[in-house]
């Protein structure tokens, strides 16, 4: 269900609620183009990259998620082998690495070494790129379908797209076992300097950021 189109000479916008699947939900990808879709769940992040890889042609991919799993892996696998995907990297909660060590090993064994990025993150954002295209995808929904209210937002060739290559150039290369250094790589800390106090309970430490009421916290081992 359509709710609003408006196009202006810079970028056309769209915002729609859709009960379908990603490629009919997503349509005609233009270049400039801003589309924000509302669903029930019934697709997620894997199907909108196939989608629009079906639009952009081969293109390089960068993808944050809380988790991933081995069909998806398996599936972005596939899309290397026909050529879909000209390189892959992903950058996952730090908690993988416990949970699902062989997926990360599965995927640095197809991926590289160095194509696993660990964050303190709870970001689901894809870029997809190559000579033509800068889409950068961002949503609420994992790689996976939930029967839930999701909302993603696509942007091509926007301010976006180059906020989050900065961000991913930023973030040095760990193979992620050494917590307080992913913790440190992910600049989290900074949510606090010069706006937070500490508060001592027992052998933890509580962080509150002033600037915001205190609703910012951390807790500290």
């Known amino acids: 269900m359509k709710t609003g189109v408006k196009k202006d000479k ?40 196939l989608a629009i890889l079906d639009q952009t042609g081969p293109a390089h991919v960068s993808i944050w998620v809380l988790a991933i799993a081995d069909w998806e892996v398996r599936v972005i696998d596939r899309m290397m082998e026909d050529k879909r995907i000209l390189s892959a990297v992903l950058h996952c909660e730090h908690g993988m690495l416990s949970r699902k060590p062989q997926i990360i090993a599965d995927w ?30 961002r949503g609420s929904c994992n790689l996976n379908n939930n029967p839930r209210y999701e909302q993603i937002d696509i942007d091509e060739g926007a301010p976006a797209f180059d906020l989050v290559a900065r961000l991913e150039k930023e973030i040095p290369w760990s193979d992620g076992s050494n917590g307080r250094e992913v913790y440190a790589a992910s600049g989290v800390g900074r949510a606090f300097q010069g706006v937070a106090k500490k508060r001592l309970f027992g052998k933890l430490a509580l962080w509150e950021s002033e600037g915001d009421g205190g609703g910012l916290k951390t807790w500290e081992n």
């Open 108 to 137: 640095k064994a197809r991926f590289g070494e160095k194509s696993v990025k660990f964050v303190i993150s709870h970001a689901k954002i894809i870029r997809i790129w190559n000579d033509d295209w800068r889409v950068c995808v």
């Open 10 to 49: 810079h970028r056309a916008r769209r915002a729609e609620e859709h009960f379908g699947n990603a490629k009919t939900a997503i349509g005609h990808l233009e270049h400039g183009d801003h589309v924000f879709l509302v669903t029930r769940g019934q697709f997620g992040m894997i199907d909108v990259l």
